[in-house]
């Protein structure tokens, strides 16, 4: 089973500020990571899939950069809500797995 | 519009048993794998295993193999999730999402919270 490693575990931005989160997986999933975030009392949203393609709707501040083992989601610009959980998972695998998570909050 | 709803909230006893649902619509149901996923309180995210409603294809993580039964009802566009014997350990929010192919999660239900408990 590939372990997806996420780093950091909590991350305190002010709002308007860059936000990058890293995502490591175990061995190589070539370009299949997917990133969701969640927000408190909601089911998770897909932001990332493919690594770098944005799903629909989701606005151009997200970006998703990596392939092989190392992964970023980078926020450029933080709005209020923004501040959530952001999981990766990665797909090239059996089973899926996710990492544990980054929860990112207001510093 | 994709819409997956899931069933209400249960709160069960230990060795009890459960079938919780999850109803698409809005797509071809048969045509998409749908998955389960776990969030136990204050945890994160775990995949448990995933059906493609067509032909009822099966796939489990090795971690929940043995432990739950998915299933599906192509005719009313249904997947299930269930369990014979409850533990407390099951207490836990779960999530059914639709795949894109054998990819990522793509849509995801608004969850259904078990709480098992004496």
């Known amino acids: 089973e590939i372990v997806m490693t996420q780093s950091p575990a909590t991350l305190s931005v002010s709002p308007g500020e860059r936000a990058t989160l890293s995502c490591r997986a175990s061995?190589?999933?070539?370009?299949?990571l997917a990133w969701y975030q969640q927000k408190p009392g909601q089911a998770p949203r897909l932001l990332i899939y493919g690594a770098s393609t944005r799903a629909t709707g989701i606005p151009a501040r997200f970006s998703g950069s990596g392939s092989g083992t190392e992964f970023t989601l980078t926020i450029s610009s933080l709005q209020s809500e923004d501040f959530a959980v952001y999981y990766c998972?990665?797909?090239?695998?059996?089973?899926?797995?996710f990492g544990q998570g980054t929860k990112l909050e207001i510093k | 519009e994709v819409q997956l709803v899931q069933s209400g909230a249960e709160v069960k006893k230990p060795g009890e048993s459960l079938k919780i649902s999850c109803k698409g619509s809005?797509?071809?149901?048969?045509?998409?794998?749908i998955g389960w996923v776990r969030q136990m309180p204050g945890k994160g995210l775990e995949w448990m295993g995933i059906i493609y409603p067509g032909d009822s294809d099966t796939r489990y993580s090795p971690s929940f193999q043995g432990q739950v039964t998915i299933s599906a009802d192509k005719s009313i566009s249904t997947a299930y999730l269930q369990w014979s014997s409850l533990k407390a350990s099951d207490t836990a929010m779960y999530y059914c999402?639709?795949?894109?192919?054998?990819?990522?999660?793509?849509?995801w239900g608004q969850g259904t919270l078990v709480t098992v408990s004496s």
């Open positions: 809005g797509y071809s149901f048969t045509s998409y794998w």
């Open positions: 998972q990665q797909y090239n695998n059996w089973p899926q797995t």
């Open positions: 061995q190589s999933v070539s370009s299949n």
């Open positions: 999402a639709r795949l894109f192919y054998l990819g990522y999660f793509q849509h």
